[in-house]
Nanobody, 124 residues
Framework: QVQLVESGGGLVQAGGSLRLSCAASGRTFSSSAGGWFRQAPGKEREFVATISRSGSRTYYSDSVEGRFTISKDNAKNTVYLQMNSLKPEDTAVYYC?????????????????WGQGTQVTVSS
C-alpha cells in the first residue's frame, strides 16, 4: 500500500515563499511520476505541476509557471514544490499525487495515489 504524506503548508504573506514536501512509503518515487494539484474553496481541483519518473521533465500550469518549481529526491523518496512570489489566488489545499501508469501527466485521473492535502493560505 502506498501512502503519500504532504507537509510544509501554512500561512504566508503575498510575495513570500513556501516549500511543500511529499514523502512516499510503500513505493519509490523513482518508479512513479509525481504531481501537485490544488483545490480552492468552491472550485474544482486543478493541476499545478508534474515531474517525470526520472525527474528530467517537468510541466507547470500557466498560473504558476516561473514561480513554482517541482523537484524530486529519489533517495529520500520525496517530491517537493517550491513556491515563490506567492499570491492570494494561490490559496488552496495542495495535494500530492503519484502515477504508476504514465510519466509526467497533468490529468488527475491518471494518478493512482493521493496524499491527504496541506493547506496553503496567502494573505494580501
Amino acid at each position: 500500500q502506498v501512502q503519500l504524506v504532504e507537509s510544509g503548508g501554512g500561512l504566508v504573506q503575498a510575495g513570500g515563499s513556501l516549500r511543500l514536501s511529499c514523502a512516499a512509503s510503500g513505493r519509490t518515487f523513482s518508479s512513479s511520476a509525481g504531481g501537485w494539484f490544488r483545490q480552492a474553496p468552491g472550485k474544482e481541483r486543478e493541476f499545478v505541476a508534474t515531474i517525470s519518473r526520472s525527474g528530467s521533465r517537468t510541466y507547470y500550469s500557466d498560473s504558476v509557471e516561473g514561480r513554482f518549481t517541482i523537484s524530486k529526491d529519489n533517495a529520500k523518496n520525496t517530491v517537493y514544490l517550491q513556491m515563490n512570489s506567492l499570491k492570494p489566488e494561490d490559496t488552496a489545499v495542495y495535494y500530492c499525487a503519484a502515477s504508476t501508469v504514465i510519466t509526467a501527466t497533468m490529468v488527475a485521473s491518471q494518478y493512482d495515489y493521493w496524499g491527504q492535502g496541506t493547506q496553503v493560505t496567502v494573505s494580501s
